[in-house]
C-alpha cells in the first residue's frame, strides 16, 4: 500500500506570494491533518479535514487555509507569505477521525514540502 | 503553541549502548506515540501505547504509558549506526481529534 504522498517536495517562493501544497492520504484513509516545522517551534498543528470538512484547527493566521476533497486528497494554501513561513510542512493521514483513541488509527506522515520563503 | 517536555535534546552515544528518553506532560493524553525523523523526511511511526501502565516493544525499541498518563519513555538497546535521527514522543488528548501533540524532539547521534 503506498504512503503519504505530498507535493511538491520543495518550493522556494517570495514574499508577498500564495502557495498550494497537495497531499494524498494513503488509500481508504479518510482523515488528513497537516503540521508545520520549524527549528524554533517544532511540529505544530495547523488542520485537520475529514469528509471534506475542517474539524479542528491550530492557531495559525487566517492566510493559512485547506480544504479536502471527495476522494480525500488535501491541499493547503499559504497567502500573502512571510518570512517566517519557511518551514517542512508535513501532512498526515489515519482512516478515521478522532485521533488514535483506538489501535488501528494511527497518524502516518508524508515526506513533507520543504517551503522556502525569499 | 502547547508541547510535550521531552528530554534529553540531544545524546552521543556508542554503538552497542542503551538509549533512554522520556517526555512529560502538564496535560492528560488517552494515547502516546513515538516517531524517529530522518533529514528530509517525515516522522515514521515507531510504537504507539494506548492503555496507562502499557510496556510495548517493537524490536529493540520498548516504550511505557506511564501510569498517570502525563509521561512516556522510549527505550532502545544495543544502539546501531542507523538508528541515528530524532525521535519524537506525541500525544492524542481526549478532545483533540486527530491533533497530535509533539514533544521537541531528541536528536541521537551513535558513533561507530
Known amino acids: 500500500k503506498a504512503g503519504v504522498t505530498q507535493t511538491p517536495r520543495y518550493l522556494i517562493k517570495t514574499r508577498g506570494q500564495q502557495v498550494t501544497l497537495s497531499c494524498s492520504p494513503i488509500s481508504g484513509h479518510r482523515s488528513v491533518s497537516w503540521y508545520q516545522q520549524t527549528p524554533g517551534q517544532g511540529l505544530q498543528f495547523l488542520f485537520e479535514?475529514?469528509?471534506?470538512?475542517?474539524?479542528n484547527k491550530g492557531n495559525f493566521p487566517g492566510r493559512f487555509s485547506g480544504r479536502q476533497f471527495s476522494n480525500s486528497r488535501s491541499e493547503m494554501n499559504v497567502s500573502t507569505l512571510e518570512l517566517g513561513d519557511s518551514a517542512l510542512y508535513l501532512c498526515a493521514s489515519n482512516p478515521f477521525a478522532g485521533g488514535a483513541l483506538f489501535m488501528d488509527n494511527e497518524q502516518f506522515f508524508g515526506p513533507g514540502t520543504r517551503l522556502t520563503v525569499l | 503553541g502547547q508541547q510535550l517536555n521531552q528530554s534529553p535534546q540531544s545524546m552521543f552515544i556508542q554503538e552497542g549502548e542503551d538509549v533512554s528518553m522520556n517526555c512529560t506532560s502538564s496535560?492528560?493524553?488517552?494515547?502516546w506515540l513515538w516517531y524517529k525523523q530522518d533529514p528530509g523526511e517525515g516522522p515514521v511511526l515507531l510504537i504507539a501505547l494506548y492503555k496507562a501502565g502499557e510496556l510495548t516493544s517493537n524490536g529493540r525499541l520498548t516504550a511505557q504509558f506511564g501510569i498517570t498518563r502525563k509521561d512516556s519513555f522510549l527505550n532502545i538497546s544495543a544502539s546501531i549506526p542507523s538508528d541515528v535521527g530524532i525521535y519524537f514522543c506525541?500525544?492524542?488528548?481526549?478532545?483533540?481529534?486527530?491533533?497530535?501533540?509533539f514533544g521537541e524532539g531528541t536528536q541521537l547521534t551513535v558513533n561507530p
Open positions: 506525541a500525544g492524542y488528548e481526549e478532545t483533540s481529534g486527530s491533533r497530535l501533540t
Open positions: 496535560s492528560i493524553f488517552n494515547t
Open positions: 479535514y475529514f469528509s471534506e470538512t475542517q474539524r
